[in-house]
Nanobody, 123 residues
Framework: QVQLVESGGGLVQAGGSLRLSCAASGRTFSSYTMGWFRQTPGKEREFVAAISAAGWTTYYADSVKGRFTISRDNAKNTMYLQVNSLKPEDTAVYYC????????????????WGQGTQVTVSS
């Protein structure tokens, strides 16, 4: 079992940057694959990035490649998403999620979710 809490969202202008954090409780954080997803009201939750348990493998949605970087510090039980060159279309609630097993882009495969942190990008 793992509990997740996101932070670091806020209001920024287009072209700006944020560093989102996901703090996890529990001794088994290093055993979980982690992911970032985002959702806008009225739209499906979409995959953003994922990272394997040891941090050796990362996946990104095409829309964020080159702009977003996912990382984790297992010693601190924390995952990060550095978001650069933000665009208005990046506006969403960003969620961190955890699953056991191989790295995945599929929302339905993640069983543990945080409450989300709002990212708003103004033009």
């Amino acid at each position: 079992q793992v509990q997740l809490v996101e932070s670091g969202g806020g209001l920024v202008q287009a072209g700006g940057s944020l560093r989102l954090s996901c703090a996890a409780s529990g001794r088994t954080f290093s055993s979980y694959t982690m992911g970032w997803f985002r959702q806008t009201p009225g739209k499906e939750r979409e995959f953003v990035a994922a990272i394997s348990a040891a941090g050796w493998t990362t996946y990104y949605a095409d829309s964020v490649k080159g702009r977003f970087t996912i990382s984790r510090d297992n010693a601190k039980n924390t995952m990060y998403l550095q978001v650069n060159s933000l665009k208005p279309e990046d506006t969403a609630v960003y969620y961190c999620a955890a699953k056991f097993g191989t790295t995945s882009r599929q929302t339905s495969e993640y069983g543990y979710w945080g409450q989300g942190t709002q990212v708003t990008v103004s033009s």
